[in-house]
């Protein structure tokens, strides 16, 4: 690939919804769980409970079980669980290295400048399956992680929504927590989940290793992309708006895939004045969408990779920038996971603050994450930042 890389290290239930909600930490602000996105929750919206399942049981548990991980990234919390919360032998041992890698990570991200002070954490039960003595609970979870005011000009959170799948077993008439697992791991993982990594390439050394992040400034970001504003109108407030406004649920007009996230970044950029082209589908040189019915797109509208070649080699809407820390908001990060020069994941920069930058994006869905928490999280991942 010619583009240039910036390598910095980086149903018996059937739709049954409950609500779990509980906080953690010391918040800065007013805002509270309840102004949390979830669906409209009403009585006659969750059927009654079967004598195998206990609803309340099952929502508790998982909710005791997501507000603990999330309880590991906040200031000045304590280990323990402080509800009690059944496991089996293996799960407990699980926890106990997922959350100690957690706090690694908080203590990782303290270092670097950033820091929470509170955890909303809201779980709703989306279905559930018996077979035998086990029970398969799909789940939505939605969180959020507020900012401490470090730099003072911090997003006041940052939030995100994915689906688990929990297995419990049966132990004497209840039920037990056995295996948590993202129900899509394909995506950037949520922040309270572990990434495992492969060791870098020493071949491939990259730019700024981890141990340099804390030194990389956002300072001398570049101008806007002149030429690409001129021709294509781009509104780079109207691209952050619609990524703000759909970051956490879905805009209807479109189709959604199991990996949205280009699909996102391109109903953003559409709503930041590109312009379509039309042509075969499968070519790298077209760009469009198309509703209805018989709608259909082409590989360059939800493809990451088909996007960047679209972008930067045919349209030469973007220009790849020298460095992630230039992005300006609604530039376009893309991600290559495994530096097998095959684009993983594409996201949009939200917000740009005096100590960070912050992207939003689909799969997992996610508002004003910090780019130092992704390269942390994925530190031998390449970066792709373009100039919109």
């Known amino acids: 690939m010619s583009t240039s890389r910036n390598r910095v ?134 969180s959020r992680l507020y900012y401490a005011k470090v730099h003072g000009d911090e997003p006041d959170f940052t939030a995100f929504r994915v689906e688990r799948e929990l297995r419990f077993v049966r132990r004497n008439n209840s039920w037990v927590l056995d295996d948590a697992q993202l129900a899509n791991p394909d995506g950037v ?42 021709m294509f109108l781009v509104n780079r407030s109207g691209m952050v708006n619609y990524a703000r406004t759909y970051a956490l649920r879905y805009n209807t007009t479109y189709r959604t895939f199991g990996n949205d996230c280009t699909n996102f970044v391109s109903q953003a950029a559409l709503a930041g004045g590109w312009g379509m082209i039309t042509g075969y589908y499968t070519n790298d040189d077209v760009w469009w969408y198309t509703s209805g019915f018989l709608g259909h797109q082409s590989y360059t509208w939800a493809g990451a990779q088909n996007w960047l070649q679209f972008a930067v080699n045919r349209s030469h809407r973007t220009t790849i920038l020298a460095n992630v820390w230039h992005m300006q908001p609604a530039d376009v990060m893309q991600m290559d ?49 373009h100039s919109m």
């Open 9 to 142: 290290i980086q149903s018996l239930l059937g739709l049954a919804l409950l609500s779990a909600i509980a906080s953690c930490g010391t918040p800065e602000g007013g805002t509270t769980a309840s102004n949390l996105p979830e669906r409209e929750l009403l009585a006659s919206n969750i059927p009654a409970a079967s004598e195998d399942v206990d609803l309340n049981l099952l929502s508790n548990s998982t909710h005791i079980y997501l507000n603990y991980r999330n309880r590991q990234l906040i200031d000045n919390q304590g280990v323990g669980f402080g509800t009690r919360l059944d496991t089996t032998e293996r799960m407990a041992s699980r926890i106990n290295t997922d959350n100690h890698h957690l706090r690694t990570l908080r203590e990782k991200l303290a270092s670097l400048g950033e820091r929470y002070t509170k955890a909303d954490t809201n779980v709703q039960i989306l279905s559930a399956n018996i077979a035998g003595d086990t029970l398969t609970a799909r789940v939505e979870e939605t």
């Open 189 to 230: 993982a949520p922040i309270n989940e572990l990434v495992e990594t492969t060791s870098a390439d020493p071949i491939s050394k990259p730019e700024i290793s981890p141990s340099e992040i804390a030194h990389v400034t956002p300072s001398g970001r570049v101008g806007n992309n002149l030429i690409g504003d001129i």
């Open 337 to 385: 996971f495994d530096r097998d020069n095959n684009i993983n994941h594409s996201m949009i920069v939200t917000k740009v603050g005096a100590g960070d930058i912050y992207l939003s994006y689909h799969t997992t869905d996610t508002l004003d994450r910090s780019l130092k928490s992704i390269i942390a999280s994925y530190p031998t991942a390449w970066y792709y930042s």
